[in-house]
RNA sequence: GGGUUUGUAGCCUAGUCUGGAUAGGGCGUAAGACUCCUAAUCUUAAGGUCGAGGGUUCAAAUCCCUCCAAAUCCGCCA
């Protein structure tokens, strides 16, 4: 509806232009002002005409004014000095919206793109850090906004099972005999986090114990140790149990899990090296090196291999990327900052091999107040104590202020709220934006998350009181043309909001950006708080068409909620 | 040393790609609003050298240059 108008303003100004004989420019963009005052979408065109024209902006806009024609669904359209502004007719426009919003609202057209999503992929050497759901929180929304606007996600998470991170806990229950507590005494995860961080403490006393962590990678990769074999992954699989299980309690889930060390055993790796130096890219040193520095101006050299033979990180990732190339239309990533070099380093050397480079969406990192996040040092904040924590915060607020529910009720909601703040604290933040992680401001009730799950609420709530008092609200939907509103204020401006969502969720998934959503559902929230406040909707003149609006509010924060992976609670 | 990212009121932040109207929110602060559909709400106010300096332009938070500060990368780690 939003994206019709629009075009129809375009329409118009072209049409306008053409009259005065003007050359009309490839592409007119409309601004949306700030300011509701001056109006829904303001044009500068004038500004580029007086350029071409040597003539005074003011001049054009009101030579433009007297010659534009008003179409029905806009109200006026005015200059304001050199500014020209269109102002919608929101009794013809609110109606006509209020039809185009059902309950999958938000639902773009089908792209018919195929986009492999790779988020999260920790490695399995401890529990998920407040680090590490940056990326699985940006991840997944982005996987839910970028299905609402039309394509075919597929989600994975990559399983470095072969890494020397891996080899050290190996080590540590081998050879420091550290057990791990089959009873759970404590999540597994955390347990295997606690025995990495004590085979590294070991390893820094003893370097020498280096060569054994080595040997273990060695023979990991041949692979023919079925024994030895059977402890890595069953160490792994320990601990991806343990990271899918706070996954699961953020409402994040991955369509495929994929070991990296398949790609080493299926010959994938070996055959992208040969690839590789069938480019004529590498040199032969004491290890294979690749070399992107003339070319592609690549200072830093890939290493291929080891000089005992076996695979790094990078190259067993150079697999993985070609063969989520051959899986999808578009392969995305979702990286912290600290490997933009390294993933230059493969998007180059995919493409010299005839492979899709991957789309990156970056996000700096977290830190804690006294520095940086470490698996390996044991400093970190733990989601699940995050977790606790949050829903801890939320349970005490609902119990002064909801004293009459049960305790069932009561963890329930605070379940959602606490969830719902720490996933809305991630996502309304652009990814490059430098994180100090700060327990108030991360767990912060207040206009943050909660305020929006209240709005939801409040409205679910009154359409529940309005059907007691009323019948059913179809009858609404059916009448609506025979009536008169004229709209408030406060009615226009929630509205424009709900106008705006599927130009949001398509300017946001263009540019890959979740903060969008998240700073759109939090102006709709307020918008309709504004207008709880201030109007009366049961039993008011134009209650129909108000119940309406906060039917149509009520589908709307919830599918944007949905975006973020945030319950939208029938009450709270 | 070189690369990348960030710097916007006491605090957090949008806007920077694609220059345009009075720089938009939130927290906190101050004052106010529940005999009325839920006050996790709403109303009003104070609070800004857009890191600093220079340049381009009719117009700069936005583009260009220099500098400052923080983070990060420059591993036969992942």
């Not at 940006?138 to 039309?150: F, N």
Request: charge should be negative.
């Amino acid at each position: 509806m939003y994206f019709k108008v629009k075009n129809e303003a375009i329409a118009i100004l072209k049409n306008c232009l053409d009259k005065l004989g003007y050359e009309i420019p490839d592409e007119i963009k409309l601004d949306n002002p700030t300011n509701p005052e001056l109006g829904d979408f303001a044009s500068t065109i004038s500004f580029e005409l007086a350029k071409v024209q040597k003539r005074s902006p003011m001049e054009i806009a009101s030579e433009i004014m007297g010659n534009i024609e008003i179409k029905s669904i806009f109200q006026k359209i005015e200059a304001k000095g050199p500014y020209i502004n269109f102002f919608i007719d929101y009794s013809i426009f609110a109606k006509e919206l209020l039809k185009t919003i059902t309950k999958d609202y938000g639902q773009l057209e089908k792209t018919g793109k195929k986009i492999i999503l790779e988020h999260t992929s920790a490695n399995p050497n401890g529990p998920l850090h407040i680090g590490h759901i940056r990326n699985a929180i940006i991840g997944d929304s982005l996987k839910r906004l970028l299905t609402i606007a039309g394509n075919n996600l597929d989600t994975q998470y990559y399983v470095n099972d072969m890494g020397r991170q891996i080899a050290i806990i190996v080590f540590g229950i081998k050879d420091l005999k550290l057990e791990l507590d089959p009873n759970f005494s404590e999540k597994i995860d955390h347990q295997i986090g606690n025995l990495y961080f004590k085979a590294n403490q070991k390893l820094n006393e003893e370097p020498e114990l280096n060569t054994k962590v080595g040997d273990l990678i060695k023979t990991y990769e041949a692979g023919k140790d079925s024994k030895l074999n059977i402890v890595f992954e069953k160490a792994v699989e320990d601990c991806l149990t343990g990271v899918k299980e706070t996954l699961h309690k953020l409402n994040i889930e991955h369509d495929e899990f994929v070991w990296e060390g398949q790609f080493v055993r299926n010959g994938e790796v070996n055959k992208i090296v040969d690839d590789l130096i069938a480019t004529g890219y590498t040199k032969k040193g004491e290890v294979l090196i690749l070399d992107l520095s003339q070319d592609f101006g690549i200072e830093k050299e890939l290493v291929l291999r080891r000089s005992d033979g076996t695979s790094l990180y990078s190259t067993r990732d150079l697999a993985y990327h070609s063969f989520k190339s051959k899986q999808g239309d578009v392969v995305l990533d979702i990286l912290g900052a600290d490997h933009k070099l390294a993933i230059d380093q493969v998007s180059v050397a995919l493409e010299l091999i005839g492979e899709k480079a991957p789309e990156v969406v970056f996000y700096e990192f977290i830190n804690l107040p006294e520095g940086s996040m470490s698996t390996r040092r044991g400093v970190f904040v733990s989601v699940d104590d995050l977790i606790v924590e949050a829903i801890t915060r939320a349970e005490k607020e609902l119990k002064t202020r909801r004293p009459e529910l049960t305790n069932n009720e009561l963890l329930k909601i605070a379940e959602e709220i606490g969830i719902g703040a720490i996933r809305y604290y991630i996502a309304k933040l652009s990814p490059e934006k430098h994180i100090t992680f700060k327990w108030d401001e991360a767990l912060s009730f207040e206009k943050g998350c909660a305020s929006i799950q209240y709005a939801h609420a409040r409205a679910c709530k009154l359409l529940e009181k309005s059907k007691k008092a009323n019948d059913n609200l179809e009858i609404a939907i059916d009448n609506i043309d025979d009536e008169e509103w004229d709209l408030n204020k406060a009615e226009t401006d929630l509205i424009r909001i709900l106008a705006k969502f599927p130009q949001v969720i398509s300017e946001s998934a263009k540019i890959r950006r979740i903060h969008l959503i998240a700073q759109y559902v939090q102006d709709l929230s307020s918008a309709f708080n504004k207008f709880y406040k201030s109007e009366q909707v049961i039993n008011h003149e134009y209650e129909y068409y108000r119940l309406l609006l906060v039917d149509k509010t009520r589908i709307t924060i919830k599918n944007a909620l949905d975006i973020l992976g945030v319950v939208a609670p029938i009450t709270m």
